[in-house]
C-alpha cells in the first residue's frame, strides 16, 4: 500500500512539474551529487537551516521549502526541528554560481548496489568536477547532522526570472524537479520491508 501511495505521489509531483515548466526557458540545467559516506538508508528525519539572508531569498527558499517537506514527509522521513538526523539548506542565486560536483551514478543505483556491480567506469569513477549554472539557480543540500557534512545537493539553474524574481510556481517546480533525483524510493521501501 505504502509502495503505491508512493508511486502516484511522485507521479504527481511530476507531472505537475512538467506543467508548470512548459513555459520555462530551455536552459534549465538539473543535478544532483551525494557523497558515497552518506549513510542513506538509516536517516529518519530532517529539520531546515535557518539561513535567511534577505527577504527575497527567504520568500524563493520558503516556496522551495513546502515542496522538501511534503516530499521527504512522503518519503517516510519525520519533520525534527530539533537534532534532525539531516540538516536541509536552501539557497536561490541570481548570479551564475559553479559548484562543486562528481560524475557518478544515480543515488538510487548506489544505494541499491547496482553501481558497485556495474561495469561502466563512468559510473564508478566518482570523478570531482565543476557545474557551472546560469544566473536564476536553486540549491538544496541535505547535511548530516552528527558527521558535519553534505551527504546530497540538488541544483537547478536557469530559472527564469521577472525583474531577478522567479515567480513562486516555477520555484516550487524547480524543487520538485531537484527533489526527484534524491530517488532513493525504492532503497527506502526495500529497506523496511527487510526489516
Request: net charge positive; glycine share 6%; aromatic share 10%.
Amino acid at each position: 500500500m505504502r509502495n503505491i501511495k508512493l508511486t502516484i505521489t511522485s507521479s504527481a509531483f511530476l507531472i505537475i512539474a512538467i506543467l508548470l515548466f512548459s513555459s520555462c526557458s530551455k536552459e534549465l540545467r538539473i543535478y544532483s551529487d551525494y557523497s558515497q559516506k552518506g549513510e542513506f538508508l538509516s536517516y529518519s528525519s530532517f529539520g531546515f537551516l535557518n539561513n535567511k539572508d534577505s527577504n527575497a531569498n527567504n520568500s524563493f527558499t520558503s516556496e522551495a521549502e513546502k515542496i522538501i517537506y511534503r516530499r521527504l514527509r512522503a518519503l517516510g522521513y519525520r519533520h525534527e526541528p530539533n537534532n534532525p538526523d539531516l540538516i536541509v539548506s536552501c539557497s536561490w542565486h541570481n548570479k551564475e554560481v559553479t559548484v562543486p560536483g562528481f560524475s557518478q551514478a544515480k543515488l538510487n543505483q548506489w544505494t541499491s548496489g547496482t553501481a558497485i556491480s556495474s561495469s561502466d567506469p563512468m559510473i564508478n569513477s566518482n570523478r570531482q568536477l565543476l557545474r557551472n549554472l546560469p544566473k536564476g539557480a536553486l540549491l538544496i543540500s541535505f547535511f548530516d547532522r552528527t558527521k558535519g557534512f553534505t551527504i546530497w545537493q540538488g541544483y537547478a539553474g536557469g530559472l527564469p526570472t521577472r525583474n531577478r524574481s522567479p515567480q513562486a510556481s516555477k520555484v516550487q517546480a524547480a524543487a520538485t524537479l531537484i527533489l526527484d533525483q534524491y530517488n532513493i524510493a525504492s532503497s527506502l521501501l526495500m529497506a523496511s520491508t527487510s526489516k
